[in-house]
DNA sequence: CGATTCTTTGAAAACAGTCAATCTGTGTGG
DNA sequence: CCACACAGATTGACTGTTTTCAAAGAATCG
């Protein structure tokens, strides 16, 4: 499983030996069953997790009751709170398996410590904030300025390995629209 | 001018005067009028600014010509395409004075010899990167989930400093709302 | 299989958007 | 200093998209 991990980091930054073998030892591994949680809401979060197999969703309740999925993760990437992670407050999220999948865990502390001794993960993990944080400013005009359908159409054709493996109705929650609306929106599409 | 960004750095981090003279000594000072263009699209970015004084905005044009106000920045703020930074590629972005401003430009290849330079600085940039990630996920949740009310009373409530300053339409538009809608909302709400 | 979960469909309702007109306030030029 | 122009805000009537609620099909899993 860490071999995933380490293949992942060798393709964004080049690390000795001895620096794989530090990370390694201060990694965590977690395997997940479908819907198990990996965090709950009111748990602090306290890890950077990367996703080896599987999948997972972060979402949020509204005071309804309603789900709204923020992000998901799926091999090769990151998930957490960073909101918790930073503030140390209880988070407002749950995370939960998707699938089956196995995760890297490696405790906020360690993981400081990791990248003062190693700065090229520093600036690997850096850079996947910077891009997080320009997705989700990609997701907010998306969210102001899309119709149903044109959220849905950017939806598959950016993320065309995920949109097999997930249930509509959880699509349909990332997207911001319900169910029944994804539903028609897409007899709409194969009429076309 | 650069007393008030030496001033915002000092409330985050600890500098020596060698410290503040070097990165003073990259600062580009720039003064915007009221609707002057700091960005327009399809150019490319290169900077990071830091707003002095006065007030910003970035948005986005969707195919009808509407505007889609992503992001303000006030005094001790800071404003850019990350997007365009990081990957070199055109704008998508505007970002024009709301009033009469002062902005502090800092070249990217200035600023990355900066961070390397000034650790303090690096990690007060990472710190602001990791705060804005954190905001726009609060967003979508935001977008998704709040009625055209919520979403005003959110932001009067968490932006009380800038929603007294704003044009009306100006905060519909950063709450994916028509400028109709929010009069409307205003009206019920001054009738409770 | 049987049970649960997911998806589809229909009809009605709600919310926000559109278009157009009016009102308000501000600032500029004569 | 007034008048006019202009940008912004409000209001009304109407439209349209999406939601809601309910029920029926389809698919999946133990």
Wanted: glycine share 2%; hydrophobic share 40%; charged share 25%.
């Amino acid at each position: 499983m860490f071999e995933i991990f380490q293949h992942y980091i060798s393709s964004k930054a080049t690390l000795s030996n001895e620096e794989y073998n530090l990370i390694k030892s201060v990694c965590i591994l977690k395997k997940l069953r479908k819907k198990q949680y990996l965090l709950q809401e009111g748990d602090v979060w306290k890890y950077n997790a990367f996703v080896c197999k599987g999948c997972v969703r972060s979402y949020r309740l509204d005071e309804k009751g309603n789900e709204h999925i923020l992000n998901f993760a799926q091999e090769n990437w990151w998930t957490g709170d960073r909101e918790s992670l930073l503030t140390a407050n209880p988070s407002k999220l749950n995370i939960d398996a998707i699938e089956d999948s196995e995760i890297i865990l490696i405790t906020k502390d360690n993981f400081e410590r990791l990248c003062t001794q190693i700065p090229a993960l520093n600036s690997l993990i850096n850079n996947i904030i910077n891009k997080s944080f320009i997705t989700s400013q990609e997701r907010i005009h998306a969210a102001m300025s899309y119709t149903a359908e044109e959220k849905y159409i950017a939806f598959i054709e950016k993320h065309a390995d995920l949109s097999v493996r997930l249930p509509q109705h959880m699509i349909a929650s990332y997207l911001g629209i319900t169910p029944e609306t994804l539903s028609r929106v897409r007899k709409e599409i194969i009429k076309k």
